[in-house]
């Protein structure tokens, strides 16, 4: 197997997980989420800690979006732990926010894999092919 087959395998394998995550959740999850307070104002970012009212299951650095009465800012999850999550927004909503949802795409994080997959598979790839067999090690 070559490295093209390789990364086109891949493609395939997180396109299948793309679907099994979309057919689970059926779009964008939304989660109630209050209690939230300023903890930090860092390079423009505003940075927030809220209590949700049950575990929200997102990768950290995943892109979300907040939605505080008819607003929505864009943002990232910084953290999570328990009940308590942790976020970096563009805006600042004030010092406490009384309850928001968050909006979060599962899918994002996978969808830009295979973006750089797709862009970098130039790139030399000695050191993967080794790691899967295709290559001998020195």
Request: hydrophobic share 40%; charged share 30%; proline share 4%.
């Amino acid at each position: 197997m070559d490295k093209e087959s390789l990364i086109k395998e891949f493609i395939e394998a997180i396109e299948i997980e793309i679907k099994t995550i979309r057919k689970k959740n059926k779009g964008p999850i939304n989660y109630k989420i209050f209690d939230g307070e300023m903890t930090q104002v860092s390079r423009n970012k505003f940075v927030y800690t809220f209590t949700s009212e049950e575990p929200i299951e997102i990768e950290e650095d995943t892109p979300i979006q907040i939605k505080v009465g008819d607003k929505k800012i864009d943002g990232n999850i910084m953290a999570i732990s328990g009940l308590k999550i942790l976020i970096s927004i563009e805006e600042n909503i004030g010092h406490s926010v009384k309850q928001a949802i968050l909006i979060a795409d599962p899918t994002f994080l996978l969808r830009k894999l295979i973006e750089r997959l797709k862009t970098n598979h130039n790139l030399p790839a000695n050191l993967a092919m080794k790691v899967f067999g295709l290559l001998r090690v020195k």
